[in-house]
């Protein structure tokens, strides 16, 4: 049954139980919602060990225009169901994840990290090409990649999604929660009262790209345990209990989760 209903706009959704047909007829209708009106729905719905995030993937703030310099894409509606467990479990070895790490309780999903590149054959300077071994870091890299000022932009489906902290996503979020990663462990967010442990690296790149290291590229930062209060996965306790923050710094978000993470989230699968 419905454990919380986030649907800030006009659009309204009825009432409907998760499975079959009726869970069928709820994305369809998220689907078909027109992008122009800018209408976020989202439905957070606990069944069994599970919470399941059904949304259109449109945010309850405004957006950037798209395309734009940057960003050649157009945003679109999406049908996402992406369910997590309900009770996670830490364990004793950090996962990374590539693709989304979570999604926000607006429905918006949560992928700090690209697929981008360093290649100075790309007219654009970066490429899918990893042979250079510099991955762009998408808040290291946000003119680049066309962010738009909630640190969002638009991936080649027509998907929305954060890179880094939206203050917007933070002003209506529930106190400091403001989504569940893909292992289902909650995402909070505390300014300054959870600091990220990374550190940007001294002196200048080994290859190319070249220059002083200053945060475009992911391997231009290391991890340096205890320099602040969270993990390597951003990972921290509040009030007795494990979660994630999202941090102003690197890596704004987890890029590593310690639990099982969900399928709905297994890139490739």
Not at 32 to 56: D, M, T, W, Y
Not at 195 to 214: F, H, I, M, N, V
Request: aromatic fraction near 10%; include cysteine; hydrophobic fraction near 35%.
């Amino acid at each position: 049954m419905p454990i919380g209903v986030i649907n800030r706009n006009a659009y309204r959704t009825r009432s409907m139980d998760v499975g079959g047909v009726t869970m069928s007829c709820l994305l369809v209708v998220m689907a078909a919602l027109p992008v122009e009106a800018h209408q976020n729905a989202v439905k957070i719905l606990e069944q069994g060990n599970q919470r399941c995030i059904f949304s259109n993937g449109l945010p309850d703030h405004a957006m950037g225009t798209f395309p734009r310099r940057g960003n050649p894409h157009r945003v679109h509606a999406q049908a996402v169901r992406l369910c997590v467990p309900s009770g996670p479990l830490k364990g004793q070895e950090a996962r990374r994840v590539r693709g989304s790490i979570g999604v926000a309780l607006n429905g918006v999903q949560i992928r700090p990290g690209t697929a981008d590149w360093y290649d100075a054959r790309s007219r654009r300077g970066f490429s899918r090409n990893p042979a250079s071994g510099w991955n762009l870091e998408g808040m290291g890299a946000r003119q680049q990649l066309g962010m738009d000022r909630n640190n969002a932009h638009v991936d080649e489906r027509g998907l929305y999604h954060y890179h880094g902290i939206s203050k917007a996503l933070v002003r209506q979020g529930q106190g400091s929660l403001i989504g569940y990663a893909a292992d289902g462990f909650e995402i909070h967010y505390l300014a300054n009262k959870a600091t990220s442990s990374y550190r940007l690296k001294q002196g200048e790149r080994p290859s190319a790209p070249g220059g002083r290291y200053d945060g475009t590229y992911n391997q231009d930062w290391t991890y340096v345990a205890g320099s602040g209060s969270l993990d390597q996965c951003n990972g921290g306790y509040l009030n007795g209990a494990f979660v994630y923050f999202a941090t102003d710094h690197y890596p704004f978000f987890p890029r590593c989760l310690w639990g099982t993470v969900s399928r709905d989230f297994v890139v490739g699968r």
